[in-house]
């Protein structure tokens, strides 16, 4: 799949961008975050000057998560799309899957144009990562492959997960680990994930 013209649109996106202003505070946690109608406010605008399409499809499974995609569809026919993002509503209400798919719609969005939609509440994460990884954790009868610092960090990311009451698992890990932690320990975090459910 060729994408040389959406990729040079995105550019001049990019060249453009900013991040939008958090303006709505999260109740529970603190934090300042931009709410969806800002980022698409600020986003579509450069999206449309630049020939690019956005499109969000939404739908849910029988385990009763929802899941988000994000389509950036060109002019030219070349398409950049995310990988479906599942989450779990914590109520299954109207009210509480309607909030699950806005929070995933900003989010993927986000992620998908390299802007920040929220102060950083949890880059703690990271910074403990890099302190726990001059000194060797002990952990109980590892096995000889497995990588102990990359589990420590999948359970930091894990409760990090259950605090905000994302629903945990291995591509949740995977993405938090990725906006947290440097490409090597994305790496090693993803290796220890294959050789065993943690």
């Not at 529970?28 to 450069?46: G, H, M, T």
């Not at 914590?90 to 806005?102: E, P, R, Y």
């Not at 420590?152 to 993405?175: R, T």
Request: proline fraction near 4%.
């Amino acid at each position: 799949m060729e994408i040389k013209n959406i990729a040079a649109a995105l550019l001049e996106v990019q060249r453009k961008i900013k991040n939008p202003s958090n303006t709505a505070t999260n109740p529970f946690f603190k934090s300042k975050y931009a709410p969806l109608p800002d980022i698409l406010n600020c986003v579509r605008p450069l999206l449309t000057e630049n020939g690019i399409l956005l499109i969000q499809n939404t739908g849910s499974n029988e385990a009763g998560d929802v899941y988000i995609q994000t389509k950036l569809i060109h002019t030219s026919g070349e398409v950049i799309k995310t990988d479906k993002l599942l989450l779990k509503p914590d109520k299954n209400t109207a009210q509480g899957i309607g909030s699950a798919i806005t929070y995933g719609r900003r989010y993927q969005l986000t992620a998908l144009l390299g802007i920040s939609s929220e102060d950083d509440d949890d880059g703690n994460i990271a910074s403990k990562a890099n302190k726990k990884s001059k000194t060797r954790p002990k952990v109980e009868s590892p096995d000889l492959n497995d990588d102990i610092e990359a589990i420590e960090w999948i359970k930091e990311i894990k409760d990090m997960l259950v605090e905000k009451k994302f629903d945990v698992n291995q591509n949740a890990i995977i993405s938090k680990a990725k906006q947290h932690y440097n490409s090597e320990h994305v790496e090693r975090i993803e290796t220890q994930l294959k050789r065993k459910i943690i």
